[in-house]
């Protein structure tokens, strides 16, 4: 969504013209510190899911001040959507499902910076695999079990699928981005009932 209507900055353009597309925006956010300098986002573009079923949210900025770059906005978008991510795995941790690390696929998963933000909004391991489109991947994988390719899944897995990257959290990170998702988290119930005269007013 951002970058397909803002796209990067032309001064991040200028200093790297040989780096095209995505990875401007990674070169933006690496120029922030974590946290953005306070700058927090709410990312329901289209309402929310999990662990708020509302149909009527809507994305936010929140703590914008003159101090903000074009580059805050990049860095904060990557830690709201982290910090969504975040609302997902601490309900499987309140149940009980708990890893030492947690797996990323898919373009995001491309995103060194991005892999840090969420390994340290996390507070745990980040990893990669030798895939990039997971939900095929699995289903090939298990036709092959099915045609007898492999003995079980866990061959199956074994035989194909490598971690190539880690990262992994740092300390003064984590402190930093646990103190700002409780912010994070309190936004919604403040805003729920604006979102709704919002809705009813468009």
Not at 67 to 92: K, N
Request: with cysteine; hydrophobic share 35%.
């Amino acid at each position: 969504w951002y970058y397909e209507s803002f796209g990067p900055s032309k001064n991040i353009v200028d200093d790297y013209p040989d780096i095209k597309g995505y990875e401007l925006l990674n070169k933006q956010a690496e120029k922030v510190v974590p946290g953005s300098d306070g700058l927090i986002f709410l990312p329901y573009l289209s309402g929310e899911r999990t662990p708020h079923a509302d149909p009527y949210a809507r994305g936010v900025f929140f703590g914008l001040s003159y101090l903000h770059t074009q580059d805050h906005f990049v860095r904060s978008i990557m830690e709201g959507v982290a910090f969504s991510q975040l609302d997902c795995l601490s309900l499987m941790r309140q149940v009980g499902i708990a890893s030492d690390k947690v797996v990323l696929f898919g373009g995001g998963a491309k995103s060194r910076v991005w892999r840090q933000i969420i390994s340290d909004v996390f507070s745990t391991k980040i990893v990669t695999l030798n895939i990039e489109e997971g939900p095929a991947y699995g289903a090939a994988l298990l036709a092959g079990v099915g045609c007898g390719i492999y003995g079980s899944i866990e061959e199956a897995v074994d035989r194909t699928i490598k971690e190539v990257s880690q990262t992994n959290p740092i300390g003064e990170n984590v402190k930093k981005y646990k103190n700002l998702y409780e912010i994070y988290e309190s936004l919604y119930e403040d805003l729920k009932g604006d979102f709704e005269k919002l809705h009813a007013i468009q």
